[in-house]
């Protein structure tokens, strides 16, 4: 009797902790990341944009916010009024160095999005103040920006924007110590204006005597001042507060600190927690009490930057972040039951050129968010992301779920045929302000003015050892911009590249050289046909009916899955021994080059 209750007792005992082990956020998946390369080696997911909002111009502020500040961090991402709303905190050279301030962009399709507006601006610390566990007295001293919530929509449909204005005294000194002045709210509205600025919540030592901005609730607007009251109910709203906020301030529930919260419910109700360095914790109340401890995901990867997770359209969950220990590639991983993760994808593999250095500015998309439960479900219904590129400028990307990393068909894209809102639904782009990919004319046409970036537009077709890829390319210069067209297999390794070159050349990389094997000529189209035999590495390149060139694949791979049209070399900068912190600028960083343009009319992709 005694060894069966033994044997029951150690039964339950194991029974339970197998069921506490399982329910956490875990990676499943085999998939790692190689942060030699830039894409991190993983396959995209098919037909994610990515769009430049905003792009930093120190030397010509007026292409940029009218500031030229370099700083840029931290976006946050709602969709309200069948818009899109982007908020991002910026300094004027470096991280946490004032003065600071907070911009806001809206879009009505996500690729088009204004010039930014000064949502919280610059605000003035009184001289004479001091900041515990500090000995400086602020004199003509500016507040900087932190924050980790930027919207909220109310019940009743109230829209609101909030920011943190913190104290930085030095280059070291953290803005997010519990030691700051307060959170500050203001409304926007469906005509696009902006309500007064008030605070929400003030950090001990400041009230309405010493600060700028009043209470909210000195506000005449009672619907404001309700959205506010029941913003600060929310426990799961108030627990993204938790590093600008006093240590023990009991808005907060957990208040260790873990940084960065975001948060997503699952079918039974609980709440996932997520911070980063990939920690996890679960509440069964909707985030009125945590676990004592979060704990580390187990298989997730994930350094000092930040992990955004999300129930999908479809019903499935994600999580974007940075599966390494550099914040490159930006990658998306998902799960059917919120729990357990069981892929990972590539989102966005650039890592574009540095243009300033300054204090913390790390490479890399990064600080990714999406839409917070109740902050708006988008028409298209795309998971979408805000980051930014090198702390420096403003991205989004639209990710189609469900996620799908590969095609059975093989493409037939015919540009003057295809819808406008169609034509690129399967087509992956990377789009900067100054290198757009954009359908034009029944063309696909990129443009390229941008000395430090480029733009690029890839295709997924059915992963083959031996493929013909037909398609038009109209460069409409040939004495300057660059064309690269690869074949890649699904890792993003290059088999096959062909160039237009700056010198009115058509050629091909064989090995550490290129072979010149026609000319071209500006505003002539060119039909090519690229046939290529992965096994024996063997290729010929068509051009306009002839055949012009036979030749080795400079590199072997077993099959390949994408082409590949990009308008500037392959980049292995920053690598894995680049150190962390650039100190200098790019040369004229805020210039522009001639533009070059090269349209392309159709793709077709078929085997033999």
């Known amino acids: 009797m005694k060894l069966k209750i033994l044997n029951i007792l150690l039964f339950t005992a194991f029974a339970s902790s197998s069921v506490k082990a399982q329910d956490t956020v875990r990676y499943i998946g085999k998939t790692l990341v190689n942060a030699d390369y830039h894409h991190g080696q993983l396959q995209p997911v098919m037909g994610v944009h990515s769009i430049q909002t905003f792009r930093a111009n120190r030397e010509h502020p007026e292409l940029a916010e009218n500031f030229g500040w370099t700083y840029n961090h931290a976006p946050m991402l709602a969709y309200w009024n069948n818009k899109f709303y982007v908020e991002y905190l910026s300094d004027k050279v470096g991280e946490s160095i004032p003065p600071g301030q907070t911009l806001l962009q809206s879009s009505p399709d996500g690729y088009s999005w204004t010039k930014p507006d000064v949502i919280f601006p610059v605000y003035r610390i009184p001289d004479g103040t001091t900041k515990k566990g500090r000995n400086d007295v602020a004199k003509d001293l500016d507040a900087v920006m932190h924050q980790r919530m930027g919207f909220y929509v109310s019940a009743k449909n109230v829209f609101l924007v909030l920011g943190f204005y913190a104290i930085s005294f030095d280059a070291k000194d953290d803005p997010n110590d519990g030691n700051g002045i307060g959170r500050a709210v203001r409304e926007i509205k469906a005509d696009g204006s902006y309500g007064p600025i008030y605070f929400i919540h003030y950090n001990p030592g400041y009230s309405e005597k010493n600060t700028k901005y009043p209470l909210y609730t000195n506000s005449k607007n009672k619907a404001f001042v309700a959205a506010c009251k029941e913003l600060l109910a929310n426990k799961l709203m108030t627990q993204q507060w938790n590093e600008e906020a006093d240590r023990k301030d009991p808005l907060i529930t957990l208040q260790k600190q873990y940084k960065a919260f975001s948060y997503y419910h699952l079918p039974d109700g609980r709440v996932v927690g997520l911070w980063k360095n990939a920690l996890t914790a679960i509440s069964n109340d909707n985030g009125k009490s945590w676990p004592e401890n979060a704990s580390r995901a187990p298989g997730f990867v994930n350094s000092n930057a930040k992990i955004w997770g999300q129930q999908t359209s479809d019903g499935n969950y994600a999580t974007v972040y940075n599966p390494s220990e550099y914040r490159w590639p930006l990658a998306i991983s998902s799960s ?17 050129p540095m243009r300033y250095g300054g204090n913390y500015k790390s490479y890399g998309p990064q600080y990714v968010r999406g839409i917070e439960e109740g902050n708006g479900k988008p028409a298209d219904k795309k998971l979408w992301v805000t980051y930014s590129m090198n702390k420096e400028d403003i991205w989004v990307s639209s990710v189609p779920v469900p996620l799908n990393a590969m095609t059975s068909a093989p493409v037939n ?19 900067p302000l100054w290198a757009t990919v954009k359908v034009e004319e029944g063309s696909l046409v990129l443009k390229d003015k941008d000395p430090f970036d480029y733009a690029k537009a890839e295709r997924l077709f059915p992963s083959s050892k031996k493929v013909i890829a037909s398609f038009s390319v109209t460069p409409k210069q040939n004495d300057f911009g660059l064309l690269e067209i690869e074949l890649q297999d699904a890792k993003g390794l290059a088999t096959v590249r062909l160039t237009f070159d700056t010198a009115g050349m058509l050629s091909a990389k064989a090995g550490a050289r290129y072979k010149n094997f026609m000319k071209y000529t500006a505003g002539e189209t060119y039909a090519i046909k690229l046939k290529l035999d992965a096994f024996t590495r063997f290729y010929t390149v068509t051009v306009n009916g002839k055949e012009v060139l036979t030749s080795l694949a400079f590199q072997p791979v077993a099959e390949v899955s994408k082409i590949v049209f990009r308008t500037g070399d392959v980049r292995t900068f920053p690598n894995i021994d680049t150190p962390a912190d650039q100190t200098y600028d790019l040369q004229n960083a805020g210039e522009s080059k001639k533009e070059a343009v090269y349209s392309i009319k159709y793709l077709k992709t078929e085997g033999f």
């Open 336 to 352: 059917k039951n919120g729990l357990d993760y069981t892929n990972l994808l590539l989102v966005n593999g650039e890592v574009a």
């Open 413 to 431: 894209d015919d540009f003057s045929t295809s819808p406008a809102n169609k034509a690129l639904e399967f087509w992956n782009i990377y789009s």
